[in-house]
């Protein structure tokens, strides 16, 4: 158990009792959290992460394990960032399409066309975004635009990319290769064109999220990242979610990700690690969010707490209800208006939460190793942050040891038992 000699933490458990919960009580549970944690890094799933669970509105644990990198020279601590990956999708375009609908000013049962007028007559521009937002559209997955622009030897073309910044070639990928600034309307094409399934069935597809930006623009009339933060992050005090965070922050703060051999060539570090994102400037609502576990319980315990924050609705109830429920109920989609749910059957080994977590659940997990979920019928709320590409995005360790439900498991045999 050689991390628990390394294992330098920032936790916060209250000393008396809260919330009903006993000190001997939440000593248990930190155990058992701890050990789910450690057995992680010694099986080196991670170098390091964030667990925060929060109880009836309170924060009853918060804390930080190993290190950024498994050269173990930088302790992970409670502030510092993590890149959040899908979690993304939850918290940045999300909330303020709630916040539309409860203004009237978004219909779910619209056509995409009918808020991205230059997808009018395409495949995707009819689909619903119920059913988009559902995965429930038969939309493609996922696009590796990089690769689109690459030309049989395997350089980049000119017309996208150049080694040195310009006017023209602004968008930094890295200190060697700059993206032509005005390749978003090409991304933008290739999702028009993007192949659509008749009668489909469930499937995720992030396409999307990389529109809704521009989409929120429209219905906003303002700059996508400066309402998200004065509409929501500022409001709530969520001041460690952010895009393109050294802007921010200092690099020591933030935690990095994967050795990209394919497009950066370089350790990530700072930037969003989804390439997509990377190819938007790091803004995206696919990917690029950054942030520590503190911030990003402040965000869902909002949601938990029905839109309001310090008596204040930021988000209409109504809309919350409706976009963390779900609106198909084939066996295989789990899904609420984004948001992810558990499965309708509880299925051990398939499950990517615990078992007694409540039907009314909802919340999202990120490929960099990332996993939030809020409980408004207990009333529990846990964030689970990682790096688990670090070196490599072939490290599953994670998802194979069950890292995430287990520690769920461990949180709910706590506080839920007579």
């Known amino acids: ?132 937002l559902s995965h429930q559209a038969g939309l493609k997955p996922y696009i590796v635009y990089y690769q689109k622009e690459r030309k049989k030897n395997g350089e980049y073309k000119k017309r996208f990319f150049r080694d040195a910044y310009s006017n023209k070639y602004s968008i930094r990928i890295t200190d060697a290769l700059f993206l032509n600034k005005k390749y978003k309307n090409r991304i933008h094409k290739y999702i028009r064109k993007a192949p659509v399934v008749n009668n489909p069935s469930y499937k995720y597809s992030g396409l999307f999220f990389l529109l809704l930006p521009d989409i929120i623009e429209r219905i906003t009339r303002e700059s996508y990242p400066i309402v ?114 558990p499965l309708l059957k509880y299925k051990a080994g398939a499950s990517h939460v615990a078992e007694k977590v409540s039907p009314e659940s909802f919340g999202h997990g990120g490929f960099t190793g990332t996993f939030v979920w809020a409980d408004p019928t207990n009333d529990i709320l846990m964030v689970f942050l990682s790096n688990r590409v670090y070196p490599s995005r072939e490290n599953r360790k994670v998802y194979q040891m069950d890292i995430r439900p287990r520690i769920q498991g461990v949180i709910y045999n706590h506080l839920l038992e007579k």
């Open 1 to 132: 158990m050689k991390y628990l000699l390394f294992l330098l933490s920032l936790s916060f458990l209250i000393p008396t009792t809260a919330n009903g919960q006993s000190t001997q009580k939440l000593a248990t549970m930190e155990a058992g959290i701890d050990s789910i944690v450690v057995e992680g890094l010694n099986a080196k799933a991670y170098p390091g992460a964030q667990v925060l669970v929060a109880y009836q509105g309170k924060t009853i644990f918060s804390k930080s394990y190993g290190f950024h990198t498994y050269d173990s020279l930088r302790s992970v601590d409670n502030a510092h960032l993590y890149d959040l990956a899908s979690i993304t999708k939850v918290s940045t375009g999300l909330p303020l399409l709630m916040q539309e609908l409860g203004r009237g000013n978004l219909d779910i049962e619209a056509p995409l066309e009918n808020y991205f007028p230059k997808f009018k007559n395409s495949a995707i521009g009819a689909q619903r975004i119920k059913n988009i």
């Open 228 to 341: 998200l933060y004065k509409s929501i992050y500022e409001k709530i005090g969520a001041d460690r979610l952010c895009y393109n965070p050294t802007e921010r922050f200092l690099l020591e703060q933030i935690v990095p990700t994967e050795f990209d051999s394919t497009f950066r060539n370089q350790l990530v570090h700072g930037t969003v690690h989804d390439e997509a994102a990377a190819m938007l400037s790091g803004v995206s609502c696919n990917a690029g969010l950054f942030g520590n576990a503190e911030s990003l319980a402040k965000l869902f315990q909002l949601y938990l707490d029905n839109g309001q924050y310090n008596g204040e609705m930021i988000i209409d109830s109504a809309a919350v209800s409706t976009f963390t429920s779900r609106h198909f109920e084939e066996d295989e989609n789990r899904r609420g208006l984004g948001f992810d749910k």
